[in-house]
T-cell receptor, first 114, second 113 residues
Framework: SAVISQKPSRDICQRGTSLTIQCQVDSQVTMMFWYRQQPGQSLTLIATANQGSEATYESGFVIDKFPISRPNLTFSTLTVSNLSPEDSSIYLC???????????FGEGSRLTVL | KQEVTQIPAALSVPEGENLVLNCSFTDSAIYNLQWFRQDPGKGLTSLLLIQSSQREQTSGRLNASLDKSSGRSTLYIAASQPGDSATYLCAVRSGGSNYKLTFGKGTLLTVNP
Protein backbone atom coordinates (compact mmCIF):
# COMPACT_ATOMS: atom_id res chain seq x y z
CA SER A 1 0.00 0.00 0.00
CA ALA A 2 0.94 3.68 0.01
CA VAL A 3 0.27 6.54 2.41
CA ILE A 4 -0.54 9.77 0.62
CA SER A 5 -0.66 13.19 2.26
CA GLN A 6 -2.32 16.15 0.62
CA LYS A 7 -2.12 19.80 1.56
CA PRO A 8 -4.23 21.82 2.05
CA SER A 9 -7.15 19.68 3.09
CA ARG A 10 -9.49 22.53 2.26
CA ASP A 11 -9.32 26.14 1.17
CA ILE A 12 -11.57 29.01 0.20
CA CYS A 13 -10.21 31.20 -2.60
CA GLN A 14 -11.26 34.29 -4.44
CA ARG A 15 -12.11 34.33 -8.12
CA GLY A 16 -9.09 34.96 -10.33
CA THR A 17 -6.49 33.68 -7.89
CA SER A 18 -4.64 30.35 -7.96
CA LEU A 19 -4.29 27.45 -5.54
CA THR A 20 -1.44 24.96 -5.39
CA ILE A 21 -2.10 21.54 -3.90
CA GLN A 22 0.73 19.34 -2.69
CA CYS A 23 0.86 15.57 -2.71
CA GLN A 24 3.48 13.64 -0.73
CA VAL A 25 3.82 9.84 -0.86
CA ASP A 26 5.62 7.75 1.75
CA SER A 27 7.45 5.69 -0.87
CA GLN A 28 8.78 6.12 -4.38
CA VAL A 29 6.12 5.56 -7.00
CA THR A 30 6.30 5.64 -10.74
CA MET A 31 2.75 6.66 -11.51
CA MET A 32 0.97 9.61 -9.91
CA PHE A 33 -2.36 11.03 -10.98
CA TRP A 34 -4.57 13.99 -10.25
CA TYR A 35 -8.36 13.60 -10.19
CA ARG A 36 -11.20 16.07 -9.79
CA GLN A 37 -14.53 15.36 -8.14
CA GLN A 38 -17.12 18.03 -8.76
CA PRO A 39 -20.05 18.34 -6.34
CA GLY A 40 -22.35 15.35 -6.62
CA GLN A 41 -20.25 13.79 -9.37
CA SER A 42 -17.80 10.96 -9.63
CA LEU A 43 -14.08 11.28 -10.23
CA THR A 44 -12.54 12.52 -13.46
CA LEU A 45 -8.87 12.13 -14.30
CA ILE A 46 -7.14 15.47 -14.91
CA ALA A 47 -3.64 14.30 -15.75
CA THR A 48 -0.84 11.86 -15.15
CA ALA A 49 2.12 13.49 -13.38
CA ASN A 50 5.32 12.27 -15.03
CA GLN A 51 8.61 12.53 -13.15
CA GLY A 52 11.11 14.62 -15.03
CA SER A 53 8.82 15.47 -17.92
CA GLU A 54 5.61 17.29 -18.71
CA ALA A 55 2.34 15.92 -17.38
CA THR A 56 -0.03 14.07 -19.69
CA TYR A 57 -3.44 15.75 -19.70
CA GLU A 58 -6.81 14.20 -20.38
CA SER A 59 -9.23 15.62 -22.89
CA GLY A 60 -10.75 18.83 -21.59
CA PHE A 61 -7.87 19.72 -19.28
CA VAL A 62 -4.99 22.00 -20.29
CA ILE A 63 -1.62 22.84 -18.81
CA ASP A 64 -2.31 26.57 -18.57
CA LYS A 65 -5.25 25.94 -16.27
CA PHE A 66 -3.83 22.97 -14.35
CA PRO A 67 -0.02 23.16 -14.29
CA ILE A 68 1.55 20.13 -12.61
CA SER A 69 5.02 19.57 -11.24
CA ARG A 70 6.66 16.24 -10.39
CA PRO A 71 10.20 16.95 -9.21
CA ASN A 72 10.82 13.47 -7.79
CA LEU A 73 9.21 10.06 -7.26
CA THR A 74 7.48 10.98 -3.99
CA PHE A 75 6.08 14.47 -4.58
CA SER A 76 3.81 16.35 -6.97
CA THR A 77 1.87 19.60 -7.06
CA LEU A 78 -1.26 20.60 -8.91
CA THR A 79 -2.05 24.26 -9.41
CA VAL A 80 -5.54 25.38 -10.33
CA SER A 81 -5.15 28.75 -12.02
CA ASN A 82 -7.42 31.72 -12.64
CA LEU A 83 -10.05 30.31 -10.33
CA SER A 84 -13.75 30.52 -11.04
CA PRO A 85 -16.68 29.14 -9.02
CA GLU A 86 -16.85 26.22 -11.47
CA ASP A 87 -13.48 25.05 -10.12
CA SER A 88 -15.03 24.34 -6.73
CA SER A 89 -14.33 20.63 -6.32
CA ILE A 90 -12.39 18.06 -4.41
CA TYR A 91 -8.99 17.45 -5.97
CA LEU A 92 -7.39 14.08 -5.28
CA CYS A 93 -3.90 12.74 -5.74
CA UNK A 94 -3.55 9.07 -6.58
CA UNK A 95 -0.71 6.60 -6.98
CA UNK A 96 -0.56 3.08 -8.35
CA UNK A 97 1.26 0.15 -6.78
CA UNK A 98 3.00 -1.32 -9.79
CA UNK A 99 2.98 -4.90 -8.50
CA UNK A 100 -0.79 -5.28 -8.24
CA UNK A 101 -2.00 -2.26 -10.20
CA UNK A 102 -4.01 -1.14 -7.18
CA UNK A 103 -4.65 2.59 -6.89
CA UNK A 104 -4.50 4.53 -3.64
CA PHE A 105 -5.82 8.00 -3.01
CA GLY A 106 -5.00 10.88 -0.75
CA GLU A 107 -7.58 12.48 1.52
CA GLY A 108 -8.38 15.10 -1.07
CA SER A 109 -8.27 18.89 -1.11
CA ARG A 110 -11.64 20.60 -1.03
CA LEU A 111 -11.59 23.88 -2.91
CA THR A 112 -14.33 26.48 -2.70
CA VAL A 113 -14.13 29.48 -5.01
CA LEU A 114 -16.14 32.56 -4.12
CA LYS B 1 -15.51 4.49 -24.49
CA GLN B 2 -15.85 2.70 -21.17
CA GLU B 3 -18.90 3.59 -19.11
CA VAL B 4 -19.53 2.44 -15.55
CA THR B 5 -22.97 2.36 -13.96
CA GLN B 6 -23.79 1.71 -10.33
CA ILE B 7 -27.18 0.65 -9.07
CA PRO B 8 -28.81 1.66 -6.81
CA ALA B 9 -27.76 5.28 -6.45
CA ALA B 10 -28.75 5.18 -2.80
CA LEU B 11 -29.62 2.45 -0.34
CA SER B 12 -30.85 2.56 3.23
CA VAL B 13 -30.87 -0.60 5.35
CA PRO B 14 -31.24 -1.54 9.00
CA GLU B 15 -28.18 -2.62 10.92
CA GLY B 16 -27.32 -6.30 10.56
CA GLU B 17 -28.71 -6.72 7.09
CA ASN B 18 -26.70 -8.28 4.27
CA LEU B 19 -26.65 -6.19 1.11
CA VAL B 20 -25.43 -6.15 -2.47
CA LEU B 21 -24.19 -3.21 -4.49
CA ASN B 22 -24.07 -3.51 -8.26
CA CYS B 23 -21.64 -2.22 -10.85
CA SER B 24 -21.82 -2.69 -14.60
CA PHE B 25 -19.40 -1.67 -17.34
CA THR B 26 -19.79 -1.49 -21.10
CA ASP B 27 -16.40 -2.72 -22.35
CA SER B 28 -15.47 -6.15 -21.03
CA ALA B 29 -11.80 -5.75 -22.05
CA ILE B 30 -10.73 -4.68 -18.59
CA TYR B 31 -7.45 -5.08 -16.74
CA ASN B 32 -8.95 -4.94 -13.25
CA LEU B 33 -11.83 -3.57 -11.20
CA GLN B 34 -11.53 -1.80 -7.89
CA TRP B 35 -14.09 -0.99 -5.21
CA PHE B 36 -13.59 2.10 -3.05
CA ARG B 37 -15.29 3.67 -0.08
CA GLN B 38 -15.64 7.43 0.27
CA ASP B 39 -16.76 9.17 3.43
CA PRO B 40 -18.32 12.65 3.04
CA GLY B 41 -15.77 15.24 1.96
CA LYS B 42 -12.93 12.73 2.16
CA GLY B 43 -10.66 10.82 -0.15
CA LEU B 44 -11.12 7.26 -1.36
CA THR B 45 -10.24 4.14 0.59
CA SER B 46 -9.46 1.07 -1.48
CA LEU B 47 -11.58 -1.89 -0.41
CA LEU B 48 -10.98 -4.64 -2.94
CA LEU B 49 -9.12 -5.10 -6.20
CA ILE B 50 -10.14 -7.84 -8.61
CA GLN B 51 -7.85 -8.70 -11.49
CA SER B 52 -9.49 -9.58 -14.80
CA SER B 53 -8.50 -13.24 -14.35
CA GLN B 54 -10.19 -13.50 -10.95
CA ARG B 55 -13.81 -14.20 -10.11
CA GLU B 56 -13.94 -12.79 -6.60
CA GLN B 57 -12.03 -11.25 -3.73
CA THR B 58 -12.83 -11.22 -0.03
CA SER B 59 -11.80 -8.97 2.81
CA GLY B 60 -13.50 -9.42 6.15
CA ARG B 61 -17.24 -8.81 5.71
CA LEU B 62 -16.77 -7.71 2.12
CA ASN B 63 -16.89 -9.92 -0.94
CA ALA B 64 -16.57 -8.63 -4.48
CA SER B 65 -17.33 -10.69 -7.55
CA LEU B 66 -16.48 -10.11 -11.19
CA ASP B 67 -18.20 -11.46 -14.29
CA LYS B 68 -16.15 -9.93 -17.06
CA SER B 69 -18.10 -11.47 -19.91
CA SER B 70 -21.37 -9.89 -18.77
CA GLY B 71 -19.71 -6.67 -17.65
CA ARG B 72 -20.80 -6.91 -14.03
CA SER B 73 -19.40 -6.78 -10.54
CA THR B 74 -21.10 -6.95 -7.17
CA LEU B 75 -19.98 -5.90 -3.73
CA TYR B 76 -21.54 -7.96 -0.97
CA ILE B 77 -21.49 -6.55 2.56
CA ALA B 78 -22.38 -8.99 5.32
CA ALA B 79 -23.91 -8.02 8.64
CA SER B 80 -23.92 -4.31 7.89
CA GLN B 81 -23.01 -1.79 10.61
CA PRO B 82 -23.67 1.95 10.96
CA GLY B 83 -19.94 2.49 10.37
CA ASP B 84 -20.40 1.08 6.87
CA SER B 85 -22.39 4.17 5.92
CA ALA B 86 -20.52 5.85 3.06
CA THR B 87 -20.50 6.15 -0.71
CA TYR B 88 -19.17 3.07 -2.48
CA LEU B 89 -17.49 3.59 -5.83
CA CYS B 90 -16.68 1.06 -8.49
CA ALA B 91 -13.81 1.81 -10.89
CA VAL B 92 -12.61 -0.05 -13.94
CA ARG B 93 -9.17 -0.01 -15.47
CA SER B 94 -9.43 -0.80 -19.14
CA GLY B 95 -6.92 -3.02 -20.88
CA GLY B 96 -3.48 -1.75 -21.81
CA SER B 97 -0.69 0.01 -19.97
CA ASN B 98 -2.74 3.14 -19.23
CA TYR B 99 -3.61 3.24 -15.54
CA LYS B 100 -6.63 5.46 -16.07
CA LEU B 101 -9.69 4.42 -14.07
CA THR B 102 -13.26 4.97 -15.16
CA PHE B 103 -15.50 5.53 -12.15
CA GLY B 104 -19.16 4.98 -11.56
CA LYS B 105 -21.17 7.63 -9.75
CA GLY B 106 -21.35 5.53 -6.62
CA THR B 107 -23.95 4.10 -4.27
CA LEU B 108 -24.71 6.08 -1.13
CA LEU B 109 -25.24 3.54 1.65
CA THR B 110 -26.89 4.39 4.92
CA VAL B 111 -27.01 1.76 7.65
CA ASN B 112 -29.49 2.67 10.36
CA PRO B 113 -28.92 1.61 13.98
Amino acid sequence: SAVISQKPSRDICQRGTSLTIQCQVDSQVTMMFWYRQQPGQSLTLIATANQGSEATYESGFVIDKFPISRPNLTFSTLTVSNLSPEDSSIYLCSVVVTGTGELFFGEGSRLTVL
Amino acid sequence: KQEVTQIPAALSVPEGENLVLNCSFTDSAIYNLQWFRQDPGKGLTSLLLIQSSQREQTSGRLNASLDKSSGRSTLYIAASQPGDSATYLCAVRSGGSNYKLTFGKGTLLTVNP
